[in-house]
């Protein structure tokens, strides 16, 4: 049986947890639990009255499409290390103003498509791809 933490909805393995579902109603903030190596893809697309979420050490994706949509989403923050950011994953986020990607390795070219006006902090390696991120940034 999959775990419900807080209303979310989680699978368990021998690699650790995965959010698979965060209800469309969910409100406010968003805290990702210890424990949980990936936000798996789609898995809070679409739900447009979370404001802010943290994303603890220990996570190590984040997938495809997973924070798409959020509109009232303003704040994320990222506390470790990441290895990537999927396609799309924070797309039409547009309440967000930055983002702190400094633990992240690598980043999608769509990770943040349609999100006019966000002010990006990279990791040095991550920099030569700051033009593709911003064109797709203003579409």
């Not at 994320?76 to 924070?90: A, P, Q, T």
Request: hydrophobic share 35%.
């Amino acid at each position: 049986m999959a775990p419900v933490i807080d209303g979310l909805l989680y699978i368990k393995s021998s690699w650790g947890l995965r959010l698979r579902l965060c209800p469309p109603a969910y409100e406010g903030h968003l805290q990702i639990p210890e424990g949980v190596k990936e936000i798996g893809m789609c898995s809070c697309w679409g739900c447009t009255e979370i404001t802010s979420v943290f994303i603890p050490e220990g996570v190590e994706t984040i997938g495809d499409d997973a924070f798409s949509g959020c509109t009232k989403l303003e704040s994320v923050e990222i506390d470790g290390h990441i290895d990537k950011l999927g396609r799309w994953c924070f797309a039409g986020c547009t309440a967000i103003k930055e983002i702190d990607c400094i633990g992240v390795k690598e980043i999608e070219d769509t990770a943040f498509a349609g999100d006019k006006g966000l002010k990006l902090n990279l990791p040095f390696a991550l920099e030569k791809n700051r033009s593709k991120y911003e064109q797709n940034m203003n579409r």
